[in-house]
């Protein structure tokens, strides 16, 4: 068996911080060759630290870890990209701390994937830059369900398979997604679905960031969407995400 070297070299994407002691961080990285790392950073919360702001949250950088007992230790860090403006609005940085959450609450150890982890620096770039930020968030949870295996259902019936007709059809967390106008009826957890948000999703599904800002969604559809997802979320997790509150208290 060959043995793993002591010391290596990753990317990561900081998605959570703790404090330990009075100098140390506990730090939950997100990588493309490991998934969930979890790693001290020690002495970090002092000042003059040789991480800096290297290790902040949201910042996108390459680390060199050193294997523990039971977590990796931080001996080198350097930034790729810190998304300084996430950190300049309260919006962007509530949003990315939303899309953090997501990911540690979705993500396992040991899960290689690359095209994953491009997507969610893509989405914090994302993040930093757009308008509609509503927009880029509904994008991101409907392609991060799709990559973890959780896809709801939007083409035919979750229930019975049929084909899905313009009207008022039902959501159901609980059935993986759209029930027709008959299954819904006895499915008393179901929610009613609006033909425009049906389309959306459906939209969105497929297509690049890029189109995804191209649909005109008013407040009302925008809400809906979000209830939505949220929903579905909410029912796979099996728990509810912090972060929505905060969300929700900026909106109003």
């Given amino acids: 068996m060959t043995e793993q070297p002591r010391s290596y070299q990753t990317e990561a994407i900081i998605i959570r911080r703790t404090k330990l002691g009075e100098a140390d961080r506990i730090l939950t990285l997100f990588t493309p060759e490991y998934g969930k790392l979890r790693a001290i950073a020690k002495g970090s919360r002092r000042p003059g630290s040789k991480f800096g702001g290297h290790v902040e ?3 996108h950088s390459l680390l060199q870890l050193a294997r523990g007992h039971n977590l990796e230790i931080v001996t080198q860090a ?7 403006p996430l950190r300049e609005d309260l919006k962007r940085l509530s949003s990315g701390l939303y899309l953090a959450e997501l990911i540690d609450a979705f993500i396992s150890e040991d899960i290689e994937d690359r095209d994953l982890f491009d997507f969610v620096i893509m989405t914090l770039k994302e993040l930093s830059t757009a308008e509609n930020l509503d927009t880029v968030l509904r994008y991101f949870e409907l392609h991060l369900l799709h ?5 709801p259902q939007l083409q035919t019936c979750s229930g019975c398979g049929a084909r899905l007709y313009p009207g008022t059809n039902c959501f159901s967390a609980a059935h993986g997604g759209v029930l027709c106008v008959e299954c819904g009826f006895d499915e008393p957890a179901a929610r009613s679905i609006s033909v425009n948000a049906l389309k959306v999703l ?4 497929t297509c690049d960031y890029a189109t995804a800002y191209k649909v005109n969604i008013n407040q009302e559809l925008t809400i809906e969407l979000e209830s939505v997802l949220r929903e ?3 029912h796979v997790l099996e728990k509810q995400l912090k972060s929505t509150a905060f969300l929700d208290m900026l909106r109003h």
């Avoid at 350097?78 to 300084?84: D, I």
């Fill in 232 to 234: 579905y979320i909410r």
């Fill in 57 to 59: 949250l949201l910042t």
């Fill in 202 to 205: 459906r939209l969105w599904q």
């Fill in 147 to 151: 990559k973890m295996g959780y896809q």
């Fill in 78 to 84: 350097q930034t790729m990209n810190s998304f300084l």
